[in-house]
């Protein structure tokens, strides 16, 4: 099954369910927006430069509704990420207990925040890092899912036909780009080795979820690939070029995620193994470029929602690689923390908010400063500072992609 034909299929069902749904129950709504970065260092070069139309249309006929939305993006920057693309488009049909969903959806488990612990479902957007707001990161998948429901449990199962991988920026005009020219060797990106469209090559899944009275808790299992890919590292027949192959591999994932409020404070926790999760090695170890590995991720977080509209939230999560191999790329025990902020005044109108992720392995961080005006109901202005700091890591990479960036967005 090519994903060309499932996306027909899901346009096809909505429209014939479409038929059945009154105009009355039909419900139209998006908005408009326009976002600009510039380098906060020379040469102050624009980092990001996008305008977006989000369209959405819901409604509901008896048991059963359907959902659509529709991106239309204009990237001044980069003329290859100007697209129009179909964001969601499922149906629902809703019983007593349990209800089926089918199409392109966003499917989000776990209990953290801006950090993937069980949540390994839906892929990543990376064109500009994680210099974006995390919804709009966040990739649908084409799926079905259904779900048992009572007062005390519910069961969710998933089965994805068709992968989807990260989208990982490898344009040399992209300031994001693993191969942004700059200091250190040249860098090109192979074509990716991805699993045929298969239903043996499908991912499936599900959770179990308890709600007790003050204690949420469930437990996860997921057959899935690294839609991360690990690479393959080659230098070119003249030594002057290091060559990048993605790959992906099978690998299973089984968790725990809960949260517990406690007054004013929520508690909130995720642990998973990885079992046979593909790593990287180093570039002189041609034998064996990629070594599967159990891996133990676990994540824990609080969040305190004081007086006066201010919300805290900590979170502090580790991934420790069992039966280390010097050889690996990956440090044995890696340990990263966030931070975030947030403070609403003049009756919520103004947004003040900052998050920021912290590499305690390698030193670096990254830290988003916003500050979001509602100029009406529809209209909103909002500006911000983005710092990156690091010599090595994740961060470290981007220790020259500083900036400060505007938006404006409109609301119908």
């Known amino acids: 099954m090519k994903a060309k034909t499932f996306h027909i299929l899901i346009i096809s069902v909505l429209v014939l369910t479409g038929q059945g749904v009154s105009a009355q129950t039909l419900d139209f709504s998006g908005f408009i927006d326009s976002y600009h970065a510039v380098r906060l260092a020379g040469p102050h070069d624009f980092m990001s430069s996008r305008s977006r139309l989000r369209a959405e249309m819901k409604g509901n006929a008896g048991k059963s509704w359907i959902f659509a939305s529709l991106n239309a993006n204009h990237n001044y920057l980069l003329p290859s990420r100007t697209f129009i693309e179909l964001r969601e488009a499922y149906f629902d049909y809703t019983a007593p207990n349990w209800d089926l969903r089918i199409g392109r959806q966003i499917i989000i488990w776990g209990a953290s925040d801006g950090l993937r612990i069980t949540d390994l479902i839906s892929p990543l957007d990376l064109t500009e890092f994680l210099a974006r707001d995390y919804d709009d990161i966040r990739m649908p998948v084409d799926a079905i899912r259904w779900r048992y429901m009572d007062n005390v449990i519910k069961l969710e199962l998933v089965f994805i036909p068709i992968f989807q991988t990260y989208i990982i920026p490898d344009d040399p005009q992209n300031p994001w780009s693993i191969t942004y020219p700059g200091e250190g060797p040249v860098i090109s990106v192979a074509p990716a080795i991805r699993p045929e469209t298969s ?214």
């Open 199 to 412: 239903i043996r090559n499908s991912e499936f899944g599900g959770r179990l979820s308890f709600y007790f009275p003050g204690f949420d808790l469930a437990v996860s299992g997921l057959y899935t690939w690294n839609k991360l890919p690990v690479y393959e590292r080659n230098l070119s027949p003249a030594h002057d070029t290091l060559v990048l192959v993605p790959k992906h591999f099978r690998y299973s994932m089984v968790g725990v995620d809960f949260s517990r409020p406690q007054g004013p404070f929520v508690i909130r926790g995720e642990a998973a193994m990885y079992s046979a999760e593909p790593l990287s090695t180093d570039l002189l170890n041609r034998s064996n470029p990629v070594i599967r590995k159990t891996t133990m991720n676990y994540l824990v977080g609080l969040d305190w929602y004081a007086s006066s509209n201010w919300t805290l939230t900590g979170q502090y999560s580790q991934k420790l690689i069992l039966l280390y191999e010097d050889q690996l790329e990956e440090p044995r025990n890696t340990m990263l923390a966030t931070l975030g902020i947030t403070r609403k005044l003049f009756r919520s109108t103004l947004s003040l908010g900052a998050f920021g992720y912290i590499d305690l392995t390698n030193g670096g961080m990254f830290a988003r400063t916003s500050l979001d005006y509602a100029l009406s109901d529809q209209i909103h202005l909002l500006t911000g500072i983005d710092i990156f700091h690091g010599d090595a890591g994740i961060f470290g990479a981007y220790n020259k992609n500083s900036e400060i960036w505007i938006k404006a967005k409109y609301n119908f």
